[in-house]
């Protein structure tokens, strides 16, 4: 009996070819597309695979073996010199580490901090938050407004988020007046240093290019302010500090607020040369003439004319909003809690950073805004 006229045209080759085109399309339709398992692979790569990994990578707990003993971390390897800081830190995917202390939580801190357009997944945040009752209730709401974020849409979400309590405690209440009172300044902004090392020594990695200090006060700020502190390429910078408040015609207005972002002075110097080496030298205090060129005082928000990419070199640096190459805190440059040429803190810091050979610059006419309590 003759066969049919369709199967007399086939052969194996068209059936072998017909079976790799059929499970070829399968393949196509069910598998996840390029871009998220690419973004899969990646997380994975960055992740810590054991406990002993730095707090800025996340960490992914490690499963028993089959006879139920755990794998030994591993010995991991960390090139410094892959490291990079550049100009367009978004391109190179380089990872920010943002660190604040905090002792009270601001809801406008963290919805300026959701509104930064960097990759949230190259962000790491730590906090340092007292032991108090202030720094209980702090840490509560912090503690809230992660929890909705890391559980949101996944672009908002950050790489890794450390929180730490103080091991000592605040030596003064953190109303503005008891805060800025000149007889408390050299305690307060010692215990401030004690703070800032503790979170920085503590959150940085081996993969961390830049520190982002910000102060939990700080509550506005423009969402490319990482790109745009960058793109400087300098080893230390910070914008111009303001605040925002209502004058007594009712009306909205804005004021300096950071004036430890200054250019030393020769007055300042003399002033030095005559105090005690523990002593140390304030800005903004009348009982203190330096007579130091303040950034504060150089921009104004209202000259809607001036380069907003202006620079100046600085001698002192404050801490409100303040980007750092990481390479110059691993160099060695930390935040003094004792005298150091009689500054003290972020002030300081500048110091301990020049005499590292790191300059410190500043951007007058570019600007964030501080909370008005």
Avoid at 289 to 313: D, H
């Amino acid at each position: 009996m003759p066969t049919t006229r369709s199967l007399r045209r086939s052969n194996p080759i068209t059936l072998l070819l017909g079976a790799v085109l059929t499970l070829g399309f399968l393949f196509f339709l069910l598998s996840p597309p390029h871009s998220a398992s690419a973004s899969a692979r990646s997380k994975h790569a960055s992740a810590a695979s054991n406990p002993l990994s730095p707090p800025t990578s996340p960490f992914r707990k490690q499963s028993p073996e089959a006879n139920g003993k755990r794998v030994p971390p591993p010995v991991v390897h960390y090139f410094l010199n892959n490291v990079t800081t550049t100009t367009d830190p978004e391109k190179h995917r380089e990872t920010i580490l943002i660190l604040t202390p905090l002792a009270r939580f601001y809801q406008e801190y963290w919805d300026n901090l959701l509104k930064l357009t960097y990759p949230h997944q190259l962000i790491s945040l730590g906090f340092i938050i007292p032991k108090n009752y202030e720094g209980n209730a702090a840490t509560s709401a912090l503690q809230s407004a992660i929890a909705l974020t890391q559980s949101g849409p996944e672009a908002a979400r950050f790489a890794s988020i450390t929180i730490l309590r103080q091991d000592f405690d605040p030596p003064v209440s953190q109303n503005e007046a008891d805060r800025h009172a000149l007889s408390h300044q050299k305690e307060r902004r010692a215990a401030m240093a004690r703070a800032r090392n503790s979170l920085l020594f503590t959150t940085i990695g081996p993969s961390t290019s830049w520190v982002l200090w910000l102060d939990a006060d700080v509550i506005e700020t423009p969402p490319t302010l990482i790109q745009d502190l960058a793109s400087h390429d300098k080893p230390i910078i910070v914008p111009n500090c303001w605040q925002r408040f209502t004058d007594d015609a009712g009306k909205p207005n804005v004021r300096p607020y950071d004036y430890n972002n200054w250019q030393d002075s020769e007055a300042a110097a003399q002033l030095a040369s005559t105090m005690g080496p523990d002593d140390i030298l304030l800005e903004g205090y009348a009982e203190m003439p330096t007579w130091r060129s303040l950034m504060a005082k150089v921009g104004s928000p209202t000259n809607k004319k001036a380069n907003p990419r202006t620079l100046i070199p600085l001698d002192g640096v404050g801490g409100t909003a303040l980007l750092v190459k990481a390479e110059v805190h691993r160099d060695g440059a930390m935040f003094p809690p004792f005298a150091f040429y009689h500054l003290i803190e972020t002030e300081g810091f500048a110091r301990m950073a020049k005499r590292l050979g790191w300059g410190s610059w500043g951007l007058p006419n570019y600007f964030v805004y501080h909370y008005n309590e």
